[in-house]
Antibody, heavy 112, light 108 residues
Framework: QVQLLESGPGLVKPSETLSLTCTVS????????WTWIRQPPGKGLEWIGY???????SYNPSLTSRVTISVDTSKNQFSLKLSSVTAADTAMYYC??????WGQGTLVTVSS | EIVLTQSPGTLSLSPGERATLSCRAS???????LAWFQQKPGQAPRLLIF???SRATGIPDRFSGSGSGTDFTLIISRLEPEDFAVYYC?????????FGQGTKVEIK
């Protein structure tokens, strides 16, 4: 049974870079594609981007200037970096296998 | 980007009743790449339906999806107590993937 677990700081200062990692267990990351999605408190869902195990990525145009998704097949992990964050980036961040299976999410708050 | 508009915003029904949720797209959804998710408070969304009408693994057959082009529907044939939640539609045929704003199915 594949499981995904997000990890990273829960608090990030404005203008800094948000960095999260998703660890995949129970299966290999060297297949399929891997996604980041976020949800501001009390609001709807926003697709951030995805990456194939080969390293090819696609991003939401609204975030593309600030976002990088990378994959580390040796660690069975993929990561999200979002630069120049503001309060508007405060959200629950989810990683997912495609969009079939989601991690539990991790709340990131942007505040000084 | 494709904007998805879900209706109604809230659906108040009793267990055993039928729920009909609508998702309308601002332009045609490519290859019927439309999915539905269920989200309960404090939980991650769970995939129910993909490719408009295919149930995800383990999803009971009281959930069914239909539609094409710009109009899509999720039907829950007989509401069980565990079905009261927020439901989102999503299109993944055109980048950027987009989600509807959600329909809350609440107990009447």
């Amino acid at each position: 049974q594949v499981q995904l677990l997000e990890s990273g700081p829960g608090l990030v200062k404005p203008s800094e870079t948000l960095s999260l990692t998703c660890t995949v267990s129970g299966g290999s990351i060297s297949s399929y594609y891997w996604t980041w999605i976020r949800q501001p408190p009390g609001k709807g869902l926003e697709w951030i981007g995805y990456i194939y195990y080969s390293g090819s990525a696609s991003y939401n145009p609204s975030l593309t200037s600030r976002v990088t998704i990378s994959v580390d097949t040796s660690k069975n992990q993929f990561s999200l970096k979002l630069s120049s964050v503001t309060a508007a980036d405060t959200a629950m961040y989810y990683c997912a296998m495609g969009f079939d299976l989601w991690g539990q999410g991790t709340l990131v708050t942007v505040s000084s | 980007e494709i904007v998805l508009t879900q209706s109604p915003g809230t659906l108040s029904l009793s267990p055993g009743e039928r729920a009909t949720l609508s998702c309308r797209a601002s332009q045609s959804v490519s290859s019927s790449y439309l999915a539905w998710f269920q989200q309960k408070p404090g939980q991650a969304p769970r995939l129910l339906i993909f490719a408009t009408s295919s149930r995800a693994t383990g999803i009971p057959d009281r959930f069914s999806g239909s539609g094409s082009g710009t109009d899509f529907t999720l039907i829950i044939s007989r509401l069980e107590p565990e079905d009261f939640a927020v439901y989102y539609c999503q299109q993944y045929g055109t980048s950027p993937w987009t989600f509807g704003q959600g329909t809350k199915v609440e107990i009447k």
